[in-house]
Nanobody
Framework: VQLQASGGGLVQAGGSLRLSCAAS????????MGWFRQAPGKERGFVAA????????YYADSVKGRFTISRDNAKNTVYLQMNSLKPEDTAVYYC?????????????????WGQGTLVTVSS
């Protein structure tokens, strides 16, 4: 599966952005999806994940209550709605896919990655 992330940009603290990740192929619903982010000088870290059906989601503590992951299997797309953004949310955001029914939170467990989209939050 090929992934294409989009929706990043520059936003002021307290603002919102919605990231999208479009997947190719006809088996999108077979994949659990995740969002990760990497800030300058830091390792890539988990942000959120959603199971195949979209019924179950999981979030990093740092984004819980502010970010929402969702998916539209008919459109082969996963979203990350980001509200109440903070300067520390500044990073390149990556979407990832793994063919499993389970939620995965480790980057090493994902098989496919998008190219990343930059989110910059100004104070």
């Amino acid at each position: 599966v090929q992934l294409q992330a989009s929706g990043g940009g520059l936003v002021q603290a307290g603002g919102s952005l919605r990231l999208s990740c479009a997947a190719s192929g006809r088996t999108f619903s077979s994949y659990s999806m995740g969002w990760f982010r990497q800030a300058p000088g830091k390792e890539r870290g988990f942000v959120a994940a959603v199971r195949q059906s979209g019924a179950n989601t999981y979030y990093a503590d740092s984004v819980k209550g502010r970010f929402t992951i969702s998916r539209d299997n008919a459109k082969n797309t996963v979203y990350l709605q980001m509200n109440s953004l903070k300067p520390e949310d500044t990073a390149v955001y990556y979407c990832a896919a793994v063919r499993t029914a389970l939620v995965r939170v480790q980057s090493s467990e994902y098989d496919y990655w998008g190219q990343g989209t930059l989110v910059t939050v100004s104070s």
